[in-house]
């Protein structure tokens, strides 16, 4: 592993953080003065500490308001896969600011989004699909159920209204990706409000693939299509699974003509080693969902691309048949300029050599905390390295978050997992003070 591109040497890095702390000095006082009116995700505002103050990032780090330096464990939610500011982008960001920031999509089209979804389709398992940009990844699957949907209703086939999916799953916190995620997590508070759907055991060796094949056969009727995460299930508990489950769960829905989604939000652009999970396992999926690492982290945006036969249904000469969904900033130019130069990257770097390297080190790295006090599993997989703990209550979660801050760490505990999603350009050093840091706090707080 390499040094992260456009991380500044240490002596630089150091001065620069410097910088960025006296400039921020005199916004801090207005800053936290608007912690009085912020709502913060995930958190219950009631008790959670005071959040930490970022002023700039670089490579890897974190550079605080403060001075202090934190090693980013989570990629800033596993977007920013090329290290923060990488030159590649931000030129691309720069340059398409100065010609222009923002067009809509309606009856406009601009050439970064045709040249991205050229690019996009022949990147995603099948080869040939049908790009539709979003905003977000949570979007990109509201995108996709919308699609299944009318995908039947255009075919004339009522009563496809219902998917297939997974306990263990996450997609977003958006209605419609909250009714297809596992019912007692993010989404427990609106279960009353979701629609139903039909939620199951993902399908592992012969008696799971047999109770997953006869619940597509007894709800056939009633089934728009289903919906997975491949490999991963990520916000979900980070759970782990093979491509034997993968193939099992697309080759049976579309063995009954049901459209098969694969929320690779996470789990694409080389996160769990290959380019997606889905061409790993030999599969293609009608509908894919993208974002996290598209944009390199740089801008939020969704992707949802659809095979030629999911696209066919929709073509037609009557605007009831057209797809009546177009978010207003989709597609937008600056979103665009940074996906294509994170696409540059994948293609001209050794990304898929850099997460196996990440692999090694994390196996080695977290091995040792498997004799830690309340760990009841080490898994790692690709970029992701998972510390699993028999319990996490809110105020050891706390404590521990504290302690990853006081060693100079940026990691974000969630449920009970502990986990690292680093970009894929850490360097050994770096990744190595993650792993001894989850070790020793995990022993020390």
């Not at 989709?330 to 001209?348: K, Q, T, V, W």
């Not at 979660?397 to 502990?418: D, H, N, S, T």
Request: glycine residues 12%; negative net charge; hydrophobic residues 45%.
């Amino acid at each position: 592993m390499t040094s992260p591109p456009g991380g500044p040497p240490a002596g630089l890095r150091h001065a620069e953080a410097a910088r960025l702390a006296e400039a921020s000095a005199t916004q801090a006082p207005a800053a936290q003065a608007g912690l009085s009116h912020i709502w913060l995700p995930y958190t219950q505002m009631g008790v959670e500490p005071p959040p930490v103050m970022v002023a700039g990032t670089s490579g890897v780090r974190l550079h605080l308001a403060d001075g202090r330096e934190l090693i980013d464990g989570v990629a800033s939610w596993w977007t920013a896969c090329h290290g923060y500011n990488h030159p590649h982008i931000v030129t691309a960001i720069e340059e398409q600011a100065r010609a222009m920031p923002h067009v809509m999509f309606g009856g406009l089209v601009h050439d970064g989004a045709l040249r991205l979804a050229d690019r996009l389709a022949a990147l995603a398992p099948g080869g040939a699909g049908r790009v539709f940009f979003s905003d977000s990844g949570s979007t990109a699957v509201e995108v996709a159920l919308k699609m299944a949907l009318q995908y039947w209703v255009n075919r004339g086939v009522k009563g496809r209204t219902k998917f297939v999916c997974f306990r263990g799953a996450y997609h977003g916190d958006t209605m419609a990706a909250m009714s297809v995620s596992d019912d007692a997590g993010f989404a427990a508070a609106f279960v009353g409000a979701l629609p139903d759907q039909l939620r199951l055991d993902l399908p592992r060796g012969e008696l799971g693939c047999a109770d997953y094949a006869a619940m597509l056969d007894a709800h056939r009727g009633s089934l728009a299509g289903v919906i997975f995460e491949p490999s991963v299930q990520g916000a979900g508990g980070m759970l782990f699974h093979d491509g034997e489950t993968v193939r099992a769960v697309v080759e049976e829905a579309q063995a009954r003509d049901l459209p098969v989604i694969a929320d690779e939000i996470f789990t694409g652009f080389h996160r769990t080693g290959p380019l997606f999970a889905c061409a790993e396992a030999g599969v293609v999926p009608d509908i894919l969902c993208l974002g996290k690492g598209l944009t390199g982290g740089a801008l939020g945006m969704g992707a949802t691309v659809a095979q030629p036969h999911v696209f066919d249904a929709f073509l037609g000469d009557d605007l009831a048949t057209a797809f009546m969904h177009g978010p207003t900033f989709m597609a937008n130019p600056l979103a665009c300029a940074a996906a294509n130069a994170s696409l540059d990257l994948f293609e001209s770097e050794p990304r898929a050599a850099g997460v196996r390297a990440i692999e090694a080190a994390l196996r080695d790295g977290l091995a040792p905390a498997r004799t830690r006090p309340g760990v009841v599993d080490v898994r790692v997989r690709g970029a992701i390295g998972v510390v699993e703990l028999d319990d996490l209550p809110l105020d050891r979660l706390y404590r521990l978050r504290a302690a990853f801050v006081e060693c100079g760490l940026w990691v974000r505990p969630f449920g009970r997992i502990v986990y690292l999603t680093p970009a894929f350009v850490i360097g050994k050093d770096d990744l190595a003070a993650l792993t001894d840091g989850i070790c020793r706090v995990l022993t020390e707080a």
